[in-house]
């Protein structure tokens, strides 16, 4: 087709709407590339640009009645700028919300990384718990599960999770807080 001949993307999107899948092809073909560009910019990572233009052109396909190509300051490749910044915005919440809670709860794991004979003293305070307990820590402290998600992962009571961190983060504290002591 010639490019004065092809359909105009508001003329596409009403065939999305109609559920014309080779219609959002040519959507998806025609402002693809632009699109994974702008965010592989913002991003500064191609692998978390594609997911996220991937998931924009998702958002787009389930979203197609939103877009309304009548007003004058609306193009599609506009709106899926918008999607795709939206998406963006979400992920850094969502990983800027997942840094806080790993800080939060990280307590007895601190120091680990910035002295190597604290890491062997981790590891070994760590090696002396029960197993439930251990799990318990490692999957909320460490790995940055919620209380939640570790409940379910260990099979575990909600409420038996709760207390169990807090005791065992103590027993830790004070196995690493001896530790230096004893070795004297």
Request: hydrophobic residues 40%; contains cysteine.
């Amino acid at each position: 087709m010639a490019a004065d001949t092809e359909p105009a993307d508001d003329a596409l999107n009403r065939r999305v709407i109609a559920g014309d899948r080779s219609a959002f092809d040519v959507l998806v073909a025609r402002h693809e590339a632009r699109l994974r560009g702008f965010l592989r910019k913002l991003c500064g990572n191609a692998a978390t640009a594609d997911d996220l233009a991937q998931e924009t052109f998702v958002r787009a396909w389930q979203r197609c009645r939103q877009f309304d190509g009548s007003a004058s300051d609306a193009s599609y490749p506009a709106w899926l700028v918008r999607i795709g910044w939206r998406l963006f915005l979400d992920m850094e919440r969502h990983e800027q919300h997942l840094r806080r809670k790993h800080e939060q709860s990280a307590e007895p794991f601190d120091a680990v990384d910035s002295h190597p004979g604290t890491r062997i003293d981790v590891l070994a305070a760590l090696a002396t718990l029960p197993s439930r307990e251990r799990a318990c820590i490692l999957l909320c402290d460490v790995e940055g599960w919620s209380h939640t998600e570790a409940a379910k992962l260990l099979d575990l009571p909600l409420g038996t999770l709760k207390s169990i961190i807090p005791r065992t983060r103590d027993i830790l504290r004070r196995r690493l807080t001896l530790a230096p002591e004893t070795s004297r």
